[in-house]
């Protein structure tokens, strides 16, 4: 079946960097999705790689994507406050008319 | 430009009552979706919609109804309101099928 798994809770230090981990069961993934969730929000796409790319950068942003292990990992760097949200990890399946949506993991960025 | 807009922001239903949530789109896409979200288990699909006057079940459709009248609108409705049905309600919507969602800002439901 189709799930996603993510870790809950994620602390890092203002400045440092940030992992948030992600895997996946379906391995006909067209797309894979990193969403943000600010407080009292709806998600807002933050980035998203394409199944047949390994990374993709955007600023401070990078998506390092593992097909084999069926891994998904966003890396923000020189993390702010301002980072302080929920992380969606999500997938959409070839063919279907779904995402499929982790978790979340909520990042605290202490200063 | 709104986006996707939600009504109400918040409610608080007694067990057995019936509601009707609001979504609204003005971006001229198709696809429309209900999402819960509910505390460590991530968004699950309730019902979509692939095209006005169409609608089709997501993961956890029971107890939940739907309508998609107009292709800017979609309706959630409850018809007797239970409290596991307690939970954040967003609304999304997307040009075509495996492309990124454009979400509402959520309705928060509580049934007593």
């Known amino acids: 079946g189709e799930d996603v798994e993510q870790s809950l809770f994620l602390s890092v230090r203002e400045g440092d960097s940030s992992v948030i981990n992600c895997t996946y069961t379906?391995?006909?993934?067209?797309?894979l999705y990193w969403y943000k969730q600010e407080p009292g929000a709806g998600l807002q796409l933050l980035t998203y790689i394409f199944s047949n790319m390994d990374m993709k950068q955007d600023q401070r942003l990078t998506v390092l994507l593992n097909k084999k292990d069926k891994h998904l990992s966003l890396r923000i760097a020189d993390t702010q406050t301002g980072d302080s949200a929920i992380y969606f990890c999500a997938e959409s399946i070839t063919g279907g008319f779904k995402t499929i949506f982790g978790a979340g993991t909520r990042l605290f960025v202490k200063a | 430009n709104a986006g996707v807009t939600q009504t109400p922001k918040f409610r608080v239903l007694k067990t057995g009552q019936s509601m009707t949530l609001l979504c609204a789109q003005d971006?001229?896409?198709?696809?429309m979706y209900w999402y819960r979200q509910d505390p460590g288990m991530g968004l699950r699909l309730i019902h979509y919609s692939v095209g006005e006057g169409t609608t089709a079940k997501g993961e956890v459709p029971d107890g939940y109804n739907v309508s998609r009248l107009k292709k800017q609108n979609f309706l959630l409705g409850l018809e007797s309101a239970a409290p596991s049905q307690t939970s954040v309600y967003f609304c999304?919507?997307?040009?075509?099928?495996?492309?990124?969602?454009?979400f509402g800002s959520g309705t928060q439901l509580s049934v007593l």
């Open positions: 999304a919507s997307s040009y075509t099928t495996n492309e990124k969602l454009f």
């Open positions: 379906d391995s006909s993934s067209t797309y």
């Open positions: 971006m001229n896409h198709e696809y």
